[in-house]
């Protein structure tokens, strides 16, 4: 059986199930391309240079990413891929972010 998990935190799989396209193989193994850049759209030197100087990739370990998702009330074994729970994490903070500020609102009845 495939350990997708260990494919992935090793670079060599894009992400559970998916493997890599000839582009992003060749932006990793031929232009040197670091796989984190790579799951991020970056196939080229040029723009790799140029993510490099806005702002490095921050990566954080399995357990960092873990208890970040706890912080966020998911819940998730430590069994869970990193890149499962990196992207679970987005999400809650995409939706904390876009989410409607709530108002207190009292219902009222249609009677009169």
Do not use: C, H
């Not at 992400?15 to 031929?30: C, F, H, N, P, T």
């Not at 993510?51 to 357990?63: D, F, I, W």
Request: glycine share 4%; no cysteine.
């Amino acid at each position: 059986m495939i350990d997708w998990a260990k494919l992935v935190a090793q670079g060599r799989a894009k992400a559970v199930g998916v493997s890599w396209s000839a582009d992003e193989l060749k932006a990793i193994y031929d232009l040197k391309i670091p796989a984190e850049y790579v799951r991020q759209g970056i196939l080229t030197v040029e723009a790799y240079q140029e993510a490099l100087n806005a702002s490095p990739v921050q990566t954080k370990t399995k357990e960092e990413v873990l208890a970040e998702a706890k912080e966020e009330g998911i819940e998730a074994t430590p069994d869970a891929p990193k890149e499962v729970l990196e992207d679970m994490v987005k999400k809650v903070k995409e939706r904390k972010t876009s989410a409607p500020a709530k108002t207190s609102t009292k219902k009222t009845s249609g009677k009169k």
